[in-house]
């Protein structure tokens, strides 16, 4: 094996440990900052690269920057509603504020399922790909299967004991991605010091068509909004710092991998296999490269796909004031998710779930632009208000990566 290959395997052996100490585990901190960086380093870390390559070819930097600050913009009107919205929702609140709540749950829910079915596509992409398969038909028929069972454990006996493996399954995940970036940072001084780093750009998309493409790629950053809904764990002070220090951990891990891996840039994005382009992408690092992002996309996959579809039950269930179980709202996301994984594609599986969570985001900022105008922070809410502009342009304008 390469040296890359050897710091990759010992960086994330001593990480994954570090993450699964006790006295980590059980910060409470830490935990309520894990929850959304999970989920924001999650899936989109996997597919960014090779998107980002075949969109924006050298200026992937650039276009991973912009995502992040849309995600921040969107954080922030969140965090605004915890602090602001959540105390009022617990009393009489206007009507205003009631119809754009239960509208964000719905919206949320349905995002959720289109996230589903994202994810576990993604795991079973990966998946088959220690096999050297990648015919979306065969993805699509491991990923029903897996879907099916995540729901029907859901609506036989709850998500909790997958909950338990999800858990460690995002120690397992951001130890391994903490490997794999010191390994490209050996691999890349090592290219410097013969004299062959070069940044390379593939034919990609310019002027609009290339802004259409990077409108539909907010859910390579999405996952922050978890926070929001951690109220029973943790208190609004909690939930808002941890979130601040959750989106800036994770636009410095994305800003350093995809500088990291632009001299790795070498074609776009394939006709058959893109969502695990990674693997070939980053196989001159090292052996040791696609057995470790193989294992981080199982255990970020599965993680994020069981918090989904958990969350998105107990939204249905919320949101349609208890008329339905969780379990019954478990239920429906998976049999949902299993239409989408039929009726789409990867690239579209992306832009549609872009959309969805855009339309959250937009109706969240729409929250904060009205309480920051009664509260008498013109400025602030003039920002939130183009939160909304934002959101409405990627619900408008957004196309997938390969139309």
């Known amino acids: 094996m390469t040296l890359a290959s050897w710091v990759l395997v010992a960086v994330a052996v001593v990480l994954v440990g570090v993450m699964f100490r006790p006295r980590l585990v059980r910060s409470e901190l830490w935990q309520a900052t894990v929850t959304p960086l999970a989920s924001i380093i999650g899936s989109g870390f996997l597919v960014a690269g090779p998107i980002l390559a075949s969109t924006a070819g050298r200026l992937a930097w650039l276009a991973m920057l912009a995502l992040c600050a849309v995600a921040w913009l969107f954080g922030s009107a969140i965090r605004h509603n915890i602090r602001f919205i959540e105390p009022q929702l617990h009393d009489d609140p206007p009507v205003v504020i009631r119809v754009i709540e239960r509208l964000s749950e719905l919206t949320l829910a349905f995002a959720y399922f289109v996230s589903v079915a994202y994810y576990l596509n993604l795991f079973a992409a990966f998946g088959l790909r220690v096999v050297d398969v990648v015919d979306p038909f065969w993805i699509k028929v491991v990923a029903t299967f897996v879907i099916a069972g995540v729901g029907t454990v859901g609506a036989l006996w709850g998500l909790d004991g997958l909950e338990r493996v999800a858990v460690s399954a995002v120690g397992l995940k951001l130890g391994l991605i903490g490997g794999l970036l010191v390994a490209l940072v050996v691999a890349t001084v090592a290219l410097l010091t013969r004299g062959q780093f070069t940044w390379v ?13 990077l409108l539909g790629l907010v859910i390579l950053v999405q996952g922050f909004e978890t926070s929001r809904y951690l109220g029973d764990a943790y208190d609004a002070d909690t939930r808002i710092k941890t979130m601040r220090w959750a989106q800036i951990l994770a636009t410095g891990i994305y800003l350093a991998f995809i500088l990291l891996i632009t001299s790795y840039f070498t074609r776009t994005l394939p006709d058959a296999g ?37 969350g998105a039950g107990g939204l249905l269930a919320e949101a349609l004031g208890g008329r339905i179980k969780v379990r019954i709202g478990n239920l429906i996301t998976a049999m949902a998710a299993i239409a989408i994984i039929w009726l789409v594609d990867i690239y579209q599986l992306i832009t549609y779930a872009s959309k969805m969570f855009v339309a959250y985001y937009g109706l969240q900022s729409a929250q904060a632009a009205m309480s920051a105008w009664k509260r008498g922070q013109r400025a602030l809410a003039a920002v939130y208000g183009l939160g909304v502009v934002i959101a409405l342009a990627v619900i408008l304008f957004a196309v997938p990566a390969k139309a």
Not at 201 to 213: K, V
Not at 295 to 306: D, E, H, R
């Open 274 to 310: 893109g969502e695990t382009a990674i693997i070939d992408m980053l196989r001159p690092v090292g052996l040791a490269v696609a057995p470790v992002i193989i294992l981080t996309a199982l255990a970020s996959q599965l993680s994020a796909a069981v918090a989904d579809t958990n």
């Open 201 to 213: 750009a593939p034919d990609h998309p310019h002027g609009w068509h290339e802004l259409s493409i």
